[in-house]
């Protein structure tokens, strides 16, 4: 059967939007092709010159993954937790009527899940929200991502959802320093993606396979990932 792959990853860039606590990245030309010609590899008529880059960033930059230890002292770092919680079956819900700042309620999920044909038994759920669209690469997507609610979070352990992704830098509203999502996640042992991108290339798509691994840092919070979608055509 043909398949599709869609990317839902952001690109990492060198001062992009990060979450409102923490720094930016700063990525920049380590070694060029031209400083490199000094170095005399290769053959006489075919130098071997080669680029590097300097990367510093925190592990929650970009499309990413909270491990356990993220928000609990002594969760799992993202190197001990077992991989096939971030690939599997999933779903994309269509709530493009929530607003920025908006809350994602229990009854959102119940018509997102009606809309899309898919039963949540254990999939990996994604919220499409059109936020990243409206919003990315002004200061705007760091201050106005929508929150999903304790209730709606609820609802998606209660049906076996191990992991649920978002775009934006939070599964929780900027505008407070509550964090009831996360910490509800942390108490359920559950956990997500955040900011992911082109949401809306899955929607009216079904059931699909989803995959967001993360990098093997250790002791990691959470890992920058490649995630990307599998669509049957």
């Keep these: ?48 010159t080669f680029q590097t880059n300097f990367i510093a960033m ?12 993220h928000v609990k002292e002594d ?3 993202i190197d001990e937790m077992p991989l096939d919680m971030f690939m599997g079956k999933a ?26 044909g898919v039963t949540v038994d254990g999939h990996i759920v994604l919220l499409c929200t059109g936020f990243h669209n409206r919003n990315y690469p002004s200061i705007d997507s760091v201050w106005k991502n929508p929150l999903l609610t304790v209730a709606a979070t609820k609802w998606l352990h209660e049906r076996g959802s191990r992991m649920h992704g978002v775009e934006g830098p939070s ?13 509800l996640c942390r108490d359920l042992g559950i956990s997500h993606w955040e900011w992911l991108v082109n949401l809306e290339e899955l929607l009216g798509k079904g059931e699909f396979q989803f ?16 995630a990307f979608a599998i669509l049957p055509n």
């Design 1 to 48: 059967m043909a398949q599709r792959i869609v990317d839902l990853s952001l690109a990492i860039e060198d001062n992009m939007p990060a979450h409102k606590l923490f720094q930016r990245p700063v990525i920049t030309k380590h070694l060029s092709h031209e400083s490199t010609k000094s170095f005399g590899l290769g053959v006489p008529g075919d130098a071997m």
């Design 58 to 69: 925190l592990d929650h930059v970009g499309t990413h993954v909270d491990a356990f230890r």
């Design 75 to 77: 969760g799992a770092p």
């Design 91 to 116: 779903v994309c819900f269509d709530l493009r009527h929530i607003p920025d700042l908006g809350d994602i309620e229990a009854s959102d999920m119940e018509e997102a899940e009606k809309k899309a």
């Design 171 to 183: 599964t929780d509203k900027p505008t407070d320093n509550i964090f009831a999502q996360h910490r």
């Design 211 to 226: 995959f967001g691994v993360p990098l093997k840092f250790k002791g990691g919070s959470g890992s920058p990932v490649r």
